[in-house]
T-cell receptor, first 114, second 116 residues
């Protein structure tokens, strides 16, 4: 079974600084996908970034980048130049090819302060 | 949101009542799923469907039924509501199974359900 671990306590980040959110995963499969979602206080789930297990380059999407370390089974999200609108819960999730289930971690709370 | 519509957004039920949460998408997605989110938890998969007429159980299926008669719709039925089913429910859809590269999963805005 897949397992996603997000253990950081809530984080306060200064505006314009970078923040790294930790995510480790446990799987015996070789082919899988990793996702990060943002959930603001309004409640919707917003897709941020995707990393495939066979992707050689770390994924990037604007200010979001994924620090993928396959051997360590970690997929940390880096948000550069934090903005007030980045205040939200952030969820790491994974699935593997051929499986129709998306497994989520418990989330990281980020509060950006001016 | 990107074409996934959930109704109702808020609902209060009495223990033992039944109800249906509606989910519709207009993107011709084959894969649809229902999740629940409880405080301090990530989303947990209830049921999913890989196409019309095909459904399967997720991680926490007890107390819920689903059907998929059309590609567009994937309703979630609570048969006899219990306080333990108080939660936020999310419907999601994607073109194909989530594990495929670049296959974006779109979520609805959530349905807040309270069972008293």
């Amino acid at each position: 079974a897949q397992k996603i671990t997000q253990t950081q306590p809530g984080m306060f980040v200064q505006e314009k600084e970078a923040v790294t959110l930790d995510c480790t995963y446990d799987t015996s499969d070789q082919s899988y996908g990793l996702f990060w979602y943002k959930q603001p206080s309004s409640g919707e789930m917003i897709f941020l970034i995707y990393q495939g297990s066979y992707d050689e380059q770390n994924a990037t999407e604007g200010r979001y980048s994924l620090n993928f370390q396959k051997a360590r089974k970690s997929a940390n999200l880096v948000i550069s130049a934090s903005q007030l609108g980045d205040s939200a819960m952030y969820f790491c999730a994974m699935t593997y090819y051929g499986n129709n289930r998306l497994a989520f971690g418990k989330g990281n709370q980020v509060v950006v302060i001016p | 949101n990107a074409g996934v519509t959930q109704t109702p957004k808020f609902q209060v039920l009495k223990t033992g009542q039944s109800m249906t949460l509606q989910c519709a998408q207009d993107m011709n997605h084959e894969y649809m799923s229902w999740y629940r989110q409880d405080p301090g938890m990530g989303l947990r998969l209830i049921h999913y469907s890989v196409g019309a007429g095909i459904t399967d159980q997720g991680e926490v299926p007890n107390g819920y039924n689903v059907s998929r008669s059309t590609t567009e719709d994937f309703p979630l039925r609570l048969l006899s509501a219990a306080p333990s089913q108080t939660s936020v429910y999310f419907c999601a859809s994607s073109y194909s199974e989530p594990g495929r590269s670049g296959n974006t999963i779109y979520f609805g805005e959530g349905s807040w359900l309270t069972v008293v």
